[in-house]
Nanobody, 120 residues
Framework: VQLQASGGGLVQAGGSLRLSCATS????????WAWYRQAPGKERDLVAL???????NYADSVKGRFTISRDNAKSTVSLQMNSLKPEDTAVYYC???????????????WGQGTLVTVSS
């Protein structure tokens, strides 16, 4: 399974971007989808997560501004980012905790990252 993130770019503070993560390959089941981000010189941090149940979790810094969603039929996940701030500047990675077969364990799959730059 491969994940492909897209939608990053340069935006002014207060603007919006929508990130998407497409998948290729066969997925048997999904435990959760997530978006992480990594700013220069910092660790990769969880931004948002959506479980198979539909329950979502967000980092405190993005609550009320970002929304994670999924399309189960297409096995894709998106991140709508509104009211962007310069501190949101980072490379954003999509992540899926997936099984590729009935006998396979859940494991993490990562997209390649997409750069979001928010100018002040």
């Amino acid at each position: 399974v491969q994940l492909q993130a897209s939608g990053g770019g340069l935006v002014q503070a207060g603007g919006s971007l929508r990130l998407s993560c497409a998948t290729s390959g066969s997925i048997f089941s999904v435990n959760y989808w997530a978006w992480y981000r990594q700013a220069p010189g910092k660790e990769r941090d969880l931004v948002a997560l959506i479980k198979s149940s539909g329950i979502t979790n967000y980092a405190d810094s993005v609550k009320g501004r970002f929304t994670i969603s999924r399309d189960n039929a297409k096995s894709t996940v998106s991140l709508q980012m509104n009211s962007l701030k310069p501190e949101d500047t980072a490379v954003y990675y999509c992540n899926g905790n997936l099984r590729i077969g009935e006998l396979s364990p859940y494991r993490a799959y990562w997209g390649q990252g997409t750069l979001v730059t928010v100018s002040s």
